[in-house]
């Protein structure tokens, strides 16, 4: 790995070296590295296409680390990666693409994320995108998140992406069979033209399933934004959606939420507020001693903290 | 020392577009180390007064003097700099920052737990539960006025500016507030400014002024004023909303 790869590693993995665990980088198009553990099975597809994922039933506190790195420009890819999560298990996963783009042509991943989550088994998962390097070329990311969850299953998603990704489309979908939960945390941060749009699905199909989708975001320059939330109860559960977001400069933000009760005890509340910066914050920091621009900057940093 | 000299406060009427005077030529001085207290009815400008300090208002015509040195045209930030810090009547909430967060920005500097806790301890949280708890809206109107209070006490300067300190917070929070003064008005080196209706904070002032339609009506030491305004028309507590 070169110092550009190890950064850009350090950015959406968190990790210095080669991780412990069961992990899988790729970096341009190519795995250079792959380690399966006792209980985490990393499979690459035949067509090399992506990967299979197979965690066994009741792997406890278990990690799988699956960056991928881009830094050659113009490098177009669309990677399927396949998770099968045993029953009773609990593990982290961490994936995150960052894309280090100095020439003219476009660079894009594009990551398909299926999820199997077993029954009773939790999983959390930690995504992370990030943009960087001086070229004309844009860096563009349009991951997909599939997630199928069984009976008594958990999933809680981090995802975050702040500043230098030019273009995003992220879906996330999830399926949950009874007393099944979902937590999506994401932030955002865009800035000069970037454009990023986020939509979420969540069906409640099982019995007490609930989902809470909780986004903060700031859109600063001329940036723009848009948060689709569709949430469908069809039975009887329960379903949160929180749009929150900040403008700044001459940026945009929609906020489209949808929410669909098809059971009479589907409780389905959403909430979005977008607005610019309270000027009562920006007072308060500065009788504290900070500049306009300090209490700004300490506003963001604290919203997507 | 800090001097107001001749300030006046006008803004434009949205009915008539007259102009209406807040504050009308006041002038008043705040001694080095003295524990002042303003007061009187609702609407008189006091509040306004308080914000003219602290250069959120900046004023129609008049000077302030810190120290000698002239403030007027001075910001927010570079006020905050010279020494003044001022408690918002309505504490403002933040979504992420945390009160270990503010505390920090307040003193200038990365406190150590221990140190940050001190602040919280002394306006009477347990700060273990309150550190690092965000400063949004699940904290309490009495919670989020202690808290108000901490970052300044944090700050330590030379003015410190309390407007309303008691507005919005229950009697059992009252109740320690006033110990919080008391402490304060014992131990503190710089001069403290508390906009207050309440007899028992009037009642802990070296000095008194009352300020009724924009001007500066009495002045004087807490024996003089204070029987004068009990046995007044009605009250002196003014229970009610902000100015």
């Known amino acids: 790995m070169d110092a550009v790869e190890q950064k850009i590693l350090e950015e959406v993995a968190g990790i210095h070296e080669i991780p412990t665990g069961a992990y899988n980088i790729r970096s341009n198009g190519k795995s250079i590295g792959r380690n399966s553990s006792a209980n985490i099975d990393i499979i690459p597809k035949g067509d090399g296409s992506g990967i299979e994922v197979h965690i066994k039933p009741g792997t406890r506190n278990e990690s799988v680390h699956i960056p991928v790195i881009l830094s050659q420009t113009g490098l177009n890819e669309t990677v399927y990666n396949d998770f ?4 009773d298990s609990d593990v982290t996963i961490v994936a995150g693409c ?23 088994a939790r999983v959390k998962y930690i995504e992370k995108h990030y943009g960087e390097g001086d070229g004309n070329g844009a860096r563009i990311l349009n991951p997909v998140t599939d997630v199928h969850i069984e009976e008594g299953g958990t999933m809680e998603m981090d995802t975050v992406q702040i500043k230098g990704v030019d273009s995003t489309k992220r879906v996330t979908k999830a399926v949950l069979a009874d007393n099944a939960s979902v937590t999506v945390r994401e932030k955002l941060m865009t800035h000069g033209n970037q454009y990023a749009e986020t939509e979420f699905s969540v069906d409640m199909d099982g019995e007490n399933s609930s989902a809470n989708i909780i986004s903060r975001s700031v859109a600063k320059d001329a940036s723009k934004q848009v948060f689709k939330s569709v949430i469908n ?18 940026a945009s933000v929609s906020a489209i939420p949808e929410i669909t009760a098809n059971h009479l005890d589907a409780s389905l509340i ?15 920091l500065m009788t504290l001693g900070l500049s306009e621009k300090e209490a700004e900057e300490q506003i963001v940093n604290g919203f997507l903290k | 020392m800090l001097e107001l000299k001749n300030i006046s406060f006008d803004v434009q009427d949205e009915n008539d577009h007259e102009s209406k005077g807040i504050l009308k030529n006041v002038s008043l001085t705040i001694e080095d180390q003295k524990f ?26 008049g000077q302030i003097l810190l120290d000698g040195k002239d403030i007027t045209d ?3 930030t570079e006020r905050a ?17 945390t009160v270990r967060d503010l505390i920090n920005i307040a003193s200038g500097e990365k406190l150590s737990t221990g140190q940050a806790c001190k602040y919280l301890s002394e306006v009477g949280l347990c700060a273990r539960d309150y550190i690092d708890r965000e400063v949004n809206a699940s904290l309490s109107g009495g919670e989020l006025k202690r808290i108000e209070i901490a970052t300044v006490l944090a700050r330590g300067t030379k003015i410190s500016v309390f407007d309303e300190p008691e507005a919005g917070i229950d009697l059992w929070s009252f109740h320690n507030l006033i110990k919080v003064f008391e402490k304060l008005h014992d131990q503190t080196n710089g001069s403290i400014v508390i906009i207050s ?7 802990i002032a070296d000095k008194i002024v009352v300020i009724a339609d924009g001007e500066v009506v009495q002045t004087g030491k807490k024996d003089e004023i204070l029987p004068e305004l009990l046995s007044g028309t009605g009250s002196c507590k003014y229970y009610g909303e902000e100015e």
């Open chain 2, 81 to 97: 700099k010279e020494g003044i810090s001022f408690a918002f009547q309505q504490p403002v909430r933040f979504k992420g920052i």
């Open chain 2, 197 to 203: 209706h309440q007899e028992r904070i009037l009642n």
């Open chain 1, 98 to 120: 960052g894309i280090h783009n100095c020439g003219n042509q476009d660079s894009e991943h594009d990551g398909i994320h299926t999820f199997h989550i077993g029954k009773n």
């Open chain 1, 233 to 250: 109860g069809n039975n009887k559960c329960a379903g949160h959606s929180e749009c929150d977001a900040i403008i700044m400069d001459e």
């Open chain 2, 74 to 76: 001075l910001d927010i």
């Open chain 2, 36 to 61: 002042i207290v303003i007061t009187g009815p609702n609407g008189g400008g006091k509040s306004t007064m308080a914000k003219i300090i602290a250069g959120i208002e900046k004023p129609t015509s």
């Open chain 1, 84 to 87: 099968f999560i045993g029953q």
């Open chain 1, 270 to 284: 959403h909430e979005a507020a977008i607005g610019k910066i309270a000027g009562d914050q920006l007072i308060k």
